[in-house]
Structure formats: C-alpha cells, structure tokens
C-alpha cells in the first residue's frame, strides 16, 4: 500500500527509532509517548487493523504477540504494561496499518484517557 506510513516505516523508506525487528515485525518508539515507555509493533505486511490480521493471517497472530512479549521485555516491563489497539476512526484509529502501542514505565490508571 503505496500510501500507509507505517508501510513505509517497515521498508525502511521513512526513518523510525528502531527497538527490535525480524522477518516479519518492527518495534519502533513512538514519537509521541504517552508514557516513560511507548513503542509500537507492527507487521511487516500491511493489515489495516487487527480485526483484518486476525481474518486475514491467524496463524501470524500468536507469533505476533511472541514479538510483542520479546520486545517487552527488552525494555524491561516486567513490573507491568499495556498494550493497546485502536480500531476504527471511532476506536481512535488514526494510521490504519494494524499496530500495538505498548506502555509502561510507571503505574498506568484505569480508565485510560
């Protein structure tokens, strides 16, 4: 998808603050951290949320979150995080190339917002 951002973040045509990445995933910061820790996790290739990843490639799912668990714990979040899907526009969405944000660094209040 010649316009998603985040399509061009993987291919290394934009630049992004790298954590960790494979074959099939990146982790990058995000450039507006809401938290101490803030990163998102994305795949490689392009599903637009994660209701289509699921549809789309189940079985990448669970390696998917094994990524998200490895990254984790490279930032040493062993106290505690959370990782967060926006879904649609009215989900808070805004780049519609499935991604988690991952908080954490500090006590996290419930609800959100």
Same mark, same amino acid.
């Given at each position: 998808?010649?316009?998603?951002?985040?399509?061009?973040?993987?291919?290394?045509?934009?630049?992004?603050a790298k954590i960790l990445e494979n074959?099939?995933?990146?982790? @990058?910061?995000? #450039?507006?951290?809401? !938290?101490?820790?803030?990163?998102?996790? %994305?795949? =490689?290739?392009? @599903?637009?949320? #994660?209701?289509?990843? !699921?549809?789309?490639?189940?079985?990448? %799912?669970? =390696?998917?979150?094994?990524?998200?668990?490895?990254?984790?714990?490279?930032?040493?979040?062993?106290?505690?995080?959370?990782?967060?899907?926006?879904?649609?526009?009215?989900?808070?969405?805004?780049?519609?190339?499935?991604?988690?944000?991952?908080?954490?660094?500090?006590?996290?209040?419930?609800?959100p917002g």
């Amino acid at each position: 998808m010649s316009s998603c951002l985040f399509c061009e973040i993987a291919e290394g045509n934009i630049t992004s603050a790298k954590i960790l990445e494979n074959d099939n995933f990146l982790a @990058f910061r995000d #450039i507006d951290p809401k !938290a101490p820790v803030h990163f998102l996790v %994305i795949p =490689k290739k392009h @599903f637009e949320n #994660i209701t289509d990843f !699921a549809n789309k490639d189940s079985e990448m %799912i669970a =390696k998917y979150f094994e990524f998200i668990s490895e990254v984790s714990n490279l930032q040493e979040l062993e106290k505690g995080h959370r990782v967060v899907f926006n879904t649609g526009a009215d989900g808070g969405q805004t780049v519609f190339h499935v991604h988690a944000h991952v908080l954490g660094g500090r006590n996290l209040q419930w609800p959100p917002g």
